[in-house]
């Protein structure tokens, strides 16, 4: 079975830090892999995605996330926080053996702090 | 577009009451997606749909929980009876055909039943 896991429920980090979200997949087929953003009281948007090529996309606002395959990770960093960068994060994986069922991490919630 | 459309935004019930969510997706997207979002177990996937069938209802989490699709632009859940721990955030998604494409997200469905 697939399964990926995000292995921070909460990163707490000052304005203009850095910060690493991380994220763990496993699977036995290719997945393509995303990360969303969900801003408090709406619902989730995509922010970047791997699909081949690069294994470093990044995103317009700065993050960026780079696809290991040998540790079956897809961390999302960025290199400066914004106040308004707050928000819950999930990365997913979609699995392509033609039902292209998209599984969630139990999220990550970035709080940055003035 | 108008983008997917949820509604009711908001439904406070009383337990053993029947509770109905809807989804109008965008028009145009194959597949369509139900997901429940708690404190506790974060974005679940509970079914998905392609063309109106659905293909993987794994994660309905009972027999009180049952989901339509009767055409490409609405789709369902149905809670009967509804108990306390339903309460929840349930999201409706829609992608187009194709593995690279991003899920589109409604605003959700603050379901709590009392």
């Known amino acids: 079975a697939q399964s990926v896991t995000q292995l921070d429920s909460q990163v707490p980090v000052f304005e203009e830090a850095p910060v690493e979200l991380r994220c763990n997949y496993s699977?036995?087929?290719?997945?393509?892999l995303f990360w969303y953003v969900q801003y408090p009281n709406q619902g989730l948007q995509l922010l970047l995605k791997?699909?081949?090529?690069?294994?470093l996309v990044k995103s317009i606002n700065g993050f960026e996330a780079e696809f290991n395959k040998s540790q079956t990770s897809f961390h999302l960093r960025k290199p400066s926080v914004h106040i308004s960068d707050t928000a819950e994060y999930f990365c997913?994986?979609?699995?392509?053996?033609?039902?292209?069922?998209?599984?969630f991490g139990a999220g990550t919630r970035l709080f940055v702090k003035a | 577009d108008a983008g997917v459309i949820q509604s009711p935004r908001h439904e406070v019930t009383e337990m053993g009451q029947e509770v109905t969510l809807r989804c109008k997706p965008i028009?145009?997207?194959?597949?369509l997606f139900w997901y429940r979002q708690t404190m506790m177990r974060g974005l679940e996937l509970l079914i998905y749909?392609?063309?109106?069938?659905?293909?993987?209802d794994s994660g309905m989490p009972e027999d009180r929980f049952s989901a339509k699709m009767p055409n490409a632009s609405f789709s369902t859940l149905k809670i009967q009876p509804s108990e306390p721990r339903d309460s929840a955030v349930y999201f409706c998604?829609?992608?187009?055909?194709?593995?690279?494409?991003?899920?589109?997200f409604g605003s959700g469905t603050q379901l709590s039943v009392l």
């Open positions: 998604a829609s992608t187009p055909q194709g593995p690279n494409e991003k899920l589109f």
């Open positions: 699977s036995s087929v290719s997945v393509y």
């Open positions: 791997y699909l081949s090529g690069s294994t």
């Open positions: 997913a994986v979609r699995i392509n053996t033609g039902g292209f069922k998209t599984i």
């Open positions: 028009s145009g997207h194959d597949y």
């Open positions: 749909f392609n063309n109106n069938v659905p293909i993987d």
